[in-house]
């Protein structure tokens, strides 16, 4: 089984689970280092984020109290760092929801014939900090929620107009989220966000691979804790024969692992660890993924070669591979 089969494997098994996992008593918690939306019903656990908005809102209180409910974020908390320290981005490259949909897009548009659309370095270094933005209004605006300064309804301001909320339902059937919230000011203003941020996305997603990626927040806190990541993926740059297969493979048109040539650890902001362009790469020992600094997959020019001959004809040129 080749990577690209094994994570298709994974993706799907995780979409089930965190989809429809609690309708048979499945629950992982609200500590998920992905998209796995509180708002489907019968979810199988819960996206960090909408509980990090809850904790920071809240986080006074719950100190206060010194009690069940401080201690629980804690837990919690610490539950999240343990995962994503085992795991790294590999939440988002094979197991995230949302990552998987917008994969299903992908496969829908090279079904079609649609060319995918290129954006320019200079769009994206303009759009990837917009992941970090939305991470500091998830701090700021909670506590003000608490304090009283602002309403309920600022409650997790993310989840309100995350894309999520409005698609993942979709697969249980409901479409509640899709229709304008005429309850309060706040609440109508946030709905049309929410069909706006859905719209762009959609629409960004069929023309560009991974393009809530882009600016996703959940990827750009899984990004801060970096360092202590036991997964990573590292280069040998004296192996690297410099033909440009692991920029051409990445869905996240990532090309500093085909530019660096001095440092082994290649792992940057927007990577998802899909391992593609390790999959990719025909030289051998040239790039790996290492848990711990022991690599456990490795480039192989014998390993491309076969995927090569498998993808003969089934690809356009400008497609990747």
Request: hydrophobic share 50%.
């Given at each position: 089984m080749t990577i690209r089969r094994l994570r298709t494997f994974v993706q799907h098994i995780s979409f089930a689970?965190?989809?429809?996992?609690?309708?048979?008593?499945?629950?992982?918690?609200?500590a998920v280092p992905c998209f796995a939306c509180p708002f489907v019903a019968g979810c199988g656990g819960q996206c960090y984020l909408m509980g990090l908005q809850g904790y920071i809102g809240?986080?006074?209180?719950?100190?206060?109290?010194?009690?069940?409910?401080?201690?629980?974020?804690?837990?919690?908390?610490?539950?999240?760092?343990?995962?994503?320290?085992?795991?790294g981005k590999v939440w988002c490259g094979?197991?995230?929801?949302?990552?998987?949909?917008?994969?299903?897009?992908?496969?829908?548009?090279?079904k079609l014939g649609v060319r995918e659309r290129f954006i320019a370095l200079k769009t994206r270094n303009i759009i990837s900090p917009i992941k970090y933005i939305l991470l500091i209004l998830m701090c700021l605006i909670p506590p003000l929620v608490s304090a009283g300064l602002l309403r309920d309804d600022f409650y997790a301001p993310f989840c309100n107009i995350c894309p999520?909320?409005?698609?993942?339902?979709?697969?249980?059937?409901?479409?509640?989220?899709l229709a304008l919230n005429r309850g309060n000011t706040v609440s109508l203003v946030f709905s049309i966000l929410l069909l706006i941020v859905t719209g762009v996305t959609l629409t960004g997603m069929?023309?560009?691979?991974?393009?809530?990626?882009?600016?996703?927040?959940?990827?750009?806190l899984i990004n801060l804790l970096k360092p202590?990541?036991?997964l990573r993926l590292s280069k040998t740059?004296?192996?690297?024969?410099?033909?440009?297969?692991?920029?051409?493979?990445?869905?996240?048109?990532?090309?500093a692992v085909y530019l660096e040539r001095k440092k082994n650890d290649v792992q940057t902001g927007n990577c998802v660890d899909c391992f593609r362009c390790v999959e990719g790469c025909p030289s051998d020992d040239s790039l790996s993924v290492r848990f711990l600094g022991k690599p456990f997959f490795i480039s192989k020019r014998i390993y491309r070669a076969r995927r090569k001959r498998q993808n003969i004809g089934k690809r356009g040129k400008n497609d990747k591979l």
């Open positions: 689970v965190l989809m429809y996992g609690g309708r048979i008593g499945v629950n992982l918690g609200p809240f986080g006074m209180g719950f100190a206060a109290l010194g009690g069940t409910l401080f201690f629980r974020a804690l837990l919690w908390m610490g539950a999240f760092i343990l995962l994503v320290s085992l795991f094979w197991v995230c929801p949302m990552g998987l949909v917008q994969d299903w897009v992908t496969f829908l548009r090279r999520g909320k409005a698609i993942l339902p979709l697969f249980t059937g409901n479409t509640r989220y069929f023309f560009k691979e991974r393009f809530f990626c882009l600016f996703c927040p959940m990827l750009g202590i990541a036991m740059p004296e192996f690297c024969t410099g033909c440009a297969n692991c920029r051409r493979a990445c869905p996240m048109d990532i090309d």
